[in-house]
């Protein structure tokens, strides 16, 4: 593996775990923060590239949505 291929996994695993945080942490404020920072400095370091970074935040945008909606069902039952 070379040095951009294990900074590249690097990011990823970085990513992920704050992806993991944010999920554990939703409903509080500034809870997609530490991703979408993460997510942002990645792309600046040119670690992943543009389509990884709007996968990545499209995957945070369906988690927001995804929990959303389940607050809307939680308070109509």
């Not at 400095?41 to 959303?68: C, G, K, M, S």
């Amino acid at each position: 593996m070379n040095i951009q291929q294990r900074n590249h996994q690097t990011a990823i695993t970085w990513i992920e775990g704050e992806i993991g945080n944010m999920i554990r942490d939703l409903g509080k404020p500034n809870a997609s923060s530490a991703a979408t920072s993460v997510i942002t400095l990645a792309y600046l370091l040119r670690v992943i590239d543009n389509n990884e970074h709007r996968r990545y935040r499209a995957r945070i945008d369906e988690i927001y949505a995804t929990y959303n909606e389940s607050i809307k069902q939680g308070a109509a039952a």
